[in-house]
């Protein structure tokens, strides 16, 4: 029998682990979730004969250590900063490791050390990043297998909410880490254009926006997301003039989390110091500038933003409740962390609610002297509030290369991401038969042939 162990049980590990356990019959494995707080773990593992559910403090080393060298392979869904203690262990004990998240400074590290040991750590095995590496992938070989010449190359992705769901101004609800959503774009956003290194500062991310249609479900505004230029050599795209990731969000989201950035709400750098009863709007006073001509918040912000009093940025602030009186019920804490705490009340899932995810691809490139354009596009609505897309899309990629590993038919050592065949070719076709399907399109561009 072989041992999986899944470390974390939170929102985003339902379809990883029911994926696990659904294949554990045929190919005689036994699944362990373990999660600090055990009756998350048993939720998510119920009466299964093939699961057991565990407690772990994943800070305690011995029970860490002995937990994983108890199974032949670990699935970690911990908060990032903590996969390299899941990573260690296993170096140590000889087992392979699959995570979803990027590939942190101290994970590379360990490149060498896990190749020599003939294990594989694959990073990067989600959504985005995971999904967005292995399609992609599958369209640049393609093109390169022609001896294309690639122009541009824009890549965006978005976990958003379903039309049907769609009923706050943000049209926006959390189905990720909170934390996450809260910190997105800190530290400068770097890209190519024109075959120009290009440079997006926090402080201006939000208000240089893209809008995209998407035919059947609507218009998107797209922000730059992280380095674009790690991608050149991890994709293989050098000489390529044009180069950006991006983030899709709805119109009009960009412009009002702009307001909160430059009031200070989404700073995580400092411990406020907050008297007991302090209010949302009496911290938005208190982030405001002097004002002498009205001390009503609401106006004094219009004035600041230099918004009109009814403004879409105005209707979504009031709606986020930063206007409110009412108790904060935190002290000391950062003001993200506070802006995190309003954020999980007010966009919550509701029980049916549906969220949506949607992935872009679109390519330039030259052929035989014309210009063509190849677009790729994967929408995916979840089911309810339990059974999301982002579930899915982060965990069943995780899931089926975990099959895969487990089945021997992967050589790969060392610390990886997914860009190579051997890994996209499996597991986008796996993932098509489970609803997660790519739309492409190529066509002609007019006017910009070149003999």
């Known amino acids: 029998m072989q041992k999986i162990l899944v470390l974390g049980a939170g929102r985003s590990s339902g379809s990883l682990i029911q994926y696990l356990l659904d294949q ?5 494995w036994q699944v362990t979730v373990a999660d600090q707080q055990e009756d998350m773990a048993r939720q998510k593992t119920g009466s299964h004969p093939h699961a057991i559910a565990r407690s ?31 990573a260690r262990d296993c170096l140590t004990a000889g087992k392979h490791l699959v995570t979803a998240s990027y590939v942190s400074p101290e994970m590379a590290a360990l490149r060498e050390e896990v190749k020599k ?4 750590f694959m990073c990067e095995m989600g959504l985005d990043p995971g999904i967005d590496h292995m399609s992609a992938m599958r369209i640049i070989h393609a093109l390169k297998e022609r001896k294309v010449e690639i122009l541009s190359f824009r890549s965006a992705t978005g976990g958003l ?3 049907e769901s769609d009923n706050n101004p943000w049209h926006y609800k959390i189905t990720w880490n909170p934390r996450n959503v809260v910190l997105a774009g800190q530290g400068a956003a770097q890209y190519l254009e024109k075959g120009k290194t290009r440079y997006i500062p926090y402080q201006r991310l939000f208000t240089q926006t893209e809008i995209t249609a998407i035919p059947g479900y609507g218009r998107f505004e797209a922000y730059a997301n992280r380095d674009s230029l790690h991608y050149i050599d991890t994709y293989g795209l050098q000489g390529v003039p044009d180069i950006l990731r991006a983030t899709f969000r709805r119109p009009g989201y960009c412009e009002a989390w702009n307001a909160l950035l430059k009031l200070g709400w989404t700073d995580d750098s400092y411990q406020l110091h907050l008297p007991a009863g302090m209010t949302y709007a009496g911290l938005t006073e208190a982030f405001l500038p002097p004002d002498r001509k009205s001390q009503q918040v ?11 009093p009814g403004s879409g940025i105005l209707r979504r602030l009031e709606w986020l409740g930063i206007f409110e009186e009412t108790a904060i019920g935190i002290t000391e804490a950062t003001p993200a962390v506070i802006l995190q705490q309003l954020l999980e009340k007010k ?7 549906k969220d949506l995810i949607v992935m872009q691809h679109h390519f330039r490139f030259r052929e035989e002297g014309k210009e063509k354009e190849w677009s790729s596009v994967m929408v995916l609505k979840g089911r309810d509030q ?7 899309t982060v965990g069943l990629p995780m899931g089926i290369l975990t099959k ?39 066509k002609k561009l007019k006017g910009r042939n070149k003999g």
Do not use: C
């Open 386 to 392: 339990h059974h999301t897309a982002m579930a899915d």
């Open 298 to 308: 609401r106006k004094r912000m219009a004035r600041w933003l230099h918004e009109k």
């Open 117 to 120: 040991a003939g294990i594989l």
């Open 347 to 353: 966009m919550k899932m509701g029980e049916q609610d």
């Open 24 to 28: 554990s019959a045929g190919n005689d």
């Open 161 to 163: 909410v379903a039309l």
């Open 56 to 86: 772990i403090n994943i800070q305690d080393g011995d029970a860490r250590v002995e937990l994983i060298q108890e199974h032949h392979l670990v699935v970690s869904l911990l908060p990032p900063h903590l996969h390299i203690l899941a």
């Open 404 to 442: 895969k590993i487990l089945e021997g038919s992967l050589k790969l050592t060392g610390v990886q991401i997914p860009v190579m065949p051997e890994v996209y070719i499996p597991v986008l076709k796996e993932l098509e038969t489970l609803g997660v399907v790519f739309q492409e399109k190529e």
